[in-house]
């Protein structure tokens, strides 16, 4: 075997490595599917999400059963924080959701109307 052939070789096949994992999209530790929970002065909402962001863009919608979808608006995702508004069936209710990402649980506030609650959502399984 050329000896100039060895080094050659390897660098290449470092190269192609590098390169491969460069074109390999992140995902964001928000991407999945997802249990909603939040109590609001209106009652007990509850949703099984999906969001997936793409690049620094959260997309997703929440399903709140009996046909009633609530796709995320302005979604933002930042590392482990995300960022959304969600208008509450095109009523004048409109929920500014802000968040953090911790493993397969979320823990956010979402701000309405002058009032801020907490809200948490669990990984699906």
Do not use: K
């Amino acid at each position: 075997m050329n000896r100039h052939f060895f080094p050659t070789f390897i660098l290449l096949t470092l190269f192609t490595v590098l390169s491969s994992c460069a074109a390999i999209p992140s995902s964001s530790p928000a991407d999945g599917s997802w249990n909603f929970t939040m109590s609001s002065p209106f009652g007990a909402l509850n949703a099984a999400v999906i969001m997936a962001a793409d690049g620094g863009t959260l997309v997703g919608s929440f399903d709140l059963g009996d046909g009633r979808i609530w796709p995320i608006e302005n979604g933002v995702a930042d590392g482990n924080e995300i960022s959304f508004r969600l208008d509450r069936d095109g009523s004048p209710m409109v929920y500014d959701m802000s968040a953090t990402v911790e493993g397969d649980s979320i823990n956010g506030s979402a701000s309405a109307m002058g009032t801020e609650v907490p809200w948490t959502m669990t990984r699906r399984s």
